[in-house]
């Protein structure tokens, strides 16, 4: 193994890596605030699948990227929805 491809699969293995790095810094500080979020690494995927799918159907990798942007931020909003709509069947009186 020579000096270049070392460094292509260095350069390979920290590319992939950066995502799981943003997640897990950022779980980390969210915990520090008190707040626990477990689909860190979900909330990923699915921008990730909403922006490919966008970008390929449309043709346009600026909207691919606003819609994986509003796809990962409607994760934690829906789960805020469901949890809310739990507790409010949970005060009902029948």
């Known amino acids: 193994m020579n000096a270049a491809q ?3 699969i260095l350069s390979t293995a920290i590319a992939t890596a950066t ?3 943003f997640a897990s810094v950022g ?3 969210t ?3 008190g707040v626990i979020n477990l689909s ?3 909330t990923i995927m ?3 699948m909403v922006g490919f799918a966008v970008a390929k159907l449309t043709g346009s ?3 691919g990227f606003w819609a994986a942007a509003a796809g990962a931020t409607s994760v934690p ?3 805020a929805a469901v949890c809310q709509l739990c507790a409010d069947w949970g005060n009902l009186v029948l």
């Open 77 to 79: 909003k829906g789960s």
């Open 6 to 8: 070392l460094v292509a």
């Open 31 to 33: 915990e520090r605030a």
């Open 27 to 29: 779980e980390t500080i």
């Open 19 to 21: 995502p799981l790095v």
């Open 61 to 63: 990798l600026v909207l």
């Open 46 to 48: 699915l921008a990730a």
């Open 40 to 42: 860190a690494e979900g």
